[in-house]
């Protein structure tokens, strides 16, 4: 782990709890040059990234950019590594927010969707692993590995995993394996 001010300790997990891992609004009394700062270093670090406001959803600006546009700062994976937030998962999340915002699909970039979260080492980690395996994982795989009930399972699938983080997870009938989950890495928008 890095070694973090509590200043950017404090921007780094409340954007890790906001959909988007928006980094703003900063805390408060942190404005002016003393912003301009912190926020530089952090990005002179790779913690955090500039990209476009969606100004239609009301995203907090960071800067204008004088043509009628602005930006807004969100936590790159590099930043949720330090806190120890699993970045593969907030990477494909934010790539996915980054097309939707770019295609203009306004309405699905949302403050009330919820948080991009996953901790390391916790169980959720474990599954999302499974299934980004080549070979994917069976529910009951994962139920050795967790010691889940199938139901839980199948609800953090469906719940967690799906509708929640927003993963595009596909699942296919494997002959002699039964049915394989997968998360469809394919799918999840490239950064360029």
């Not at 807004?72 to 120890?84: N, R, V, Y």
Request: charge should be positive; proline fraction near 5%.
């Amino acid at each position: 782990m890095s070694n973090l001010t509590d200043t950017q300790s404090i921007i780094l997990s409340r954007a890790a709890a906001r959909p988007g891992n928006l980094a703003l609004p900063l805390p408060d009394g942190l404005h002016g040059a003393a912003a301009r700062t912190v926020v530089g270093k952090m990005m002179s670090r790779g913690w955090l990234e500039e990209v476009d406001a969606n100004l239609r959803q009301g995203e907090p600006l960071w800067r204008e950019t004088g043509d009628g546009h602005g930006t807004t700062l969100i936590t790159t994976e590099a930043g949720l590594a330090t806190i120890g937030i699993e970045p593969v998962v907030a990477g494909a999340a934010a790539r996915a927010r980054k097309a939707k915002v770019e295609t203009g699909a306004a309405s699905e970039v949302s403050d009330a969707s919820n948080p991009i979260v996953v901790r390391a080492g916790t169980k959720q980690a474990q599954i999302i692993a499974m299934l980004q395996r080549p070979e994917g994982a069976t529910i009951t795989e994962i139920v050795a590995a967790t010691s889940w009930q199938v139901h839980s399972v199948r609800g953090m699938i469906s719940g967690a995993l799906k509708k929640k983080l927003g993963l595009p997870i596909t699942a296919e009938k494997v002959e002699g394996r039964a049915t394989v989950y997968r998360i469809d890495l394919v799918s999840i928008p490239s950064t360029n």
